[in-house]
């Protein structure tokens, strides 16, 4: 039995002053209650955020694509994808796991504690699948158990190279020929959770330019119960021409028309939309999940959040390739992108709440875990497990703060030093800015080192 007192706790009823939680040896929440003697801290906890979006492999490279040619050859998302690629076809699988096991504490030091890892680095360098073929997949799972987060690893259907069009050479280790294929990988991956309790699988494909249309449809519907469904659309206008040129439809529409799409099916950028497939995205309920700092890193564009949200659209945050780790960052970036294009400054308010931080606060924690595969969507709840964000009273802006105004000061004034720790599954896994695994950063800087990449 553990016990954990805060000052304030931010229940989705809003904030609740002076309260213990109570949890057994697994993390679970027995009891939440008033605190019965007066606090000797002065803690702040919000639930754990959800990073709905991860390419962990990608972080080994995060900075690296900002010297730019000075010729008339421009910079854009296609040729930083072809660098990307030639990251992925050196690195091995106890390269990846020392990777992830870093970004993956380095992303509880900042406030998560989940993250739905968008996985396509499946095969060894020369394309061929390992023994174990989830053997990568199983290495970011272990990477999870390291950093100690939660992870709902989605194995990603990857075909084909664009529409209608063989993979390219340096997409070999993200093939899968065919659904069968897919599945196998994907039921071998499920097989990875054994090991980390704390671990989930979910489906998806890559775009739709990497998978036949026939096939998207057969894994839709092999898709069952709350198990997520992931995929990246839209995100470039050359993949929305080419769509239309191949299917005679845009990417949301063709989806839209011969899926059913629902709470479980999560967009990922979704970045260039007509009104009309905004509405079919919300109609439905499916969710979006934008990664500001990266879609502004690539210069992919700014989703229509305002239209999106008059819908009553669901939305989460992802980091991507972890240009950015800050949720409360992402959140702003997401935010003052749509300031800056409409003039106004309230984004987030809605009809029953002005609060901008905590309707952030809320929509991300809603749709992000339904990313992972959980339908909860109380903030703390006996019978779940205690994931949390601790912020600090020490700090000036928040001790000066008066509750009215505090989520709103911890979103839009926060960084990672006013947070005093994270805990996830019951567990301080920081404390004082210090991750309990001392060694996964020391593994991680002799991993860069071998692969001489930075």
């Known amino acids: 039995m553990k016990k954990f007192e805060f000052k304030y706790l931010l229940q989705e009823t809003g904030w609740e002053e002076n309260m213990t939680v109570e949890t057994d040896d697994t993390g679970i929440i027995t009891s939440i209650h008033p605190t019965e003697n007066s606090l000797n801290n002065n803690d702040i906890a919000i639930p754990g955020f959800q990073n709905a979006h991860s ?8 900075g ?38 870093f970004l993956y504490a380095e992303m509880v030091r900042h406030g998560y504690t989940h993250v739905a890892e968008f996985h396509y680095l499946h095969h060894d360098k020369d394309g061929k699948p390992f023994q174990n073929l989830a053997e990568m997949g199983a290495r970011l799972i272990q990477a999870a158990k390291n950093a100690g987060i939660n992870i709902t690893l989605i194995p990603i259907f990857y075909q084909m190279g664009g529409f209608g069009k063989d993979p390219l050479p340096d997409q070999k280790r993200f093939i899968s020929p ?8 994907y039921e071998s991956t499920m097989s990875s959770t054994k090991n980390y309790i704390h671990s ?6 890559h775009s739709m330019r990497a998978v036949e249309t026939n096939e998207i449809i057969a894994l839709s519907n092999y898709r069952n119960g ?3 469904f992931h995929i990246h659309v839209s995100e470039q206008l050359k993949e929305i021409e080419d769509c239309i040129h191949y299917l005679n439809a845009r990417p949301v529409e063709w989806l839209a028309h011969n899926l059913e799409l629902s709470e479980n099916y999560h967009l990922v950028h979704a970045t260039h939309l007509i009104d009309d497939e905004i509405q079919k995205i919300a109609r439905s309920k499916a969710n979006v999940v934008l990664c500001p ?3 502004g890193n690539l210069g992919d564009g700014l989703f229509p959040l305002g239209k ?9 945050i992802g980091t991507d390739s972890h240009i950015g780790l800050n949720p409360m960052e992402e959140i702003r970036i997401l935010d003052y992108g749509q300031r800056l294009i409409t003039h106004q400054r309230n984004t987030f308010a ?4 002005g609060d901008s931080g905590f309707n952030a606060i809320q929509s991300a924690l809603k749709s992000g875990r339904k990313a992972m595969g959980n339908n909860n969507t109380s903030f703390f709840k006996t019978g779940e497990s205690l994931n949390a964000v601790v912020v600090s009273l020490e700090h000036p802006l928040t001790s000066s703060s008066n509750l009215k105004n505090l989520c709103n000061t911890i979103i839009y004034s926060s960084d990672v030093s006013m947070i005093k720790g994270t805990i996830v599954n019951g567990s301080w896994m920081v404390e004082n800015g210090v991750h309990k695994n001392n060694e996964i950063g020391t593994n991680f800087i002799k991993t860069i080192k071998k692969l001489n990449y930075r």
């Open 55 to 62: 390419h962990a492999f990608q972080y080994a490279m995060a």
């Open 308 to 316: 999106f949200l008059n819908l009553k659209g669901n939305w989460s």
């Open 226 to 228: 709350s198990t997520p």
């Open 178 to 185: 065919n659904i069968e294929d897919y599945l196998k990988l």
């Open 64 to 101: 690296l694509a900002e010297l730019h040619p000075t010729d008339s050859n421009k910079d854009d998302f296609w040729s930083w994808r072809n660098a990307m690629y030639q990251l992925a076809l050196q690195i091995e699988p106890e390269e990846l796991e020392s990777i992830a096991s």
């Open 200 to 205: 989930g699988v979910g489906l998806g494909i």
């Open 293 to 295: 700092s990266t879609e």
């Open 350 to 353: 809605n009809s029953s709440s």
